[in-house]
């Protein structure tokens, strides 16, 4: 079957360091996306990885390892505006996105 | 228009009635999707189209219809609306199979 797992919720202190993680099992597989979704909002881009290893952008970091099924999300100094849904998706054999439930990040100053 | 649009923005609809939820891009993009967003679920996938003239299920497709007569409209019918088709509906679109899909605004659907 196909299952993406990603924690509920999650709290981080602003200025800090957090790391999202997913696994997933999926048939077949075409890359892992990671969206930000603010309350009462749209799901918005934030990375693609296809290939395993690290994908640095800002500061957000996205990594991959395709034999363990298994990617996260880095958070670098964060922000109070980075208080949001982070969705892990993956892409299956029919190019379709398997969506995990979302990781609720909490920002405490 | 700048990106995706949906209209309504919100509805309440009583069941046994037939609602049509627009969806509207300006990026030319190729394919569509329609989502249903449920509390504690991921994002599940209705209906798409990879072109203008096509469609196909996606995991969650009963009680739903689309049509893609053009590039820009992908419009998703409820024929007779029930109480579980209660959600949040986005409309997204990517101009590739592996490209990342930009979502519109969606529309938040009450069947009572």
């Known amino acids: 079957g196909q299952n993406i797992d990603q924690p509920t919720e999650m709290t981080a202190t602003e200025g800090a360091i957090v790391q999202i993680n997913c696994t997933y099992q999926?048939?077949?597989?075409?890359?892992l996306f990671w969206y930000q979704q603010h309350a009462g909002e749209a799901p918005t881009f934030l990375s693609y990885?296809?290939l395993d290893g690290l994908e640095e952008k800002g500061r957000f970091s996205s990594f991959l390892s395709r034999s363990k099924g298994y990617s996260y999300l880095l958070l670098k100094e964060l922000q109070m505006k980075d208080s949001a849904s982070y969705l892990c998706a993956t892409m299956d054999s029919n190019y379709q996105l398997i969506w995990g439930a979302g990781t609720k990040l909490i920002i405490k100053p | 228009i700048a990106g995706i649009t949906q209209a309504p923005t919100s509805q309440i609809l009583a069941a046994g009635r037939r609602m049509t939820l627009r969806c509207t891009q300006d990026m030319r993009h190729n394919a569509m999707y329609w989502y249903r967003q449920d509390l504690g679920l991921g994002l599940r996938l209705i209906h798409y189209s990879n072109t203008a003239g096509t469609t196909g299920k996606g995991e969650v497709p009963d009680g739903y219809s689309v049509s893609r007569a053009n590039t820009d409209d992908f419009p998703l019918t409820l024929a007779s609306a029930v109480p579980s088709q209660t959600s949040v509906y986005f409309c997204?679109?990517?101009?590739?199979?592996?490209?990342?899909?930009?979502f519109g605004p969606g529309t938040r659907l009450t069947v009572l």
């Open positions: 997204a679109s990517s101009s590739g199979a592996t490209t990342e899909q930009f």
């Open positions: 990885n296809v």
């Open positions: 999926t048939s077949g597989f075409n890359g």
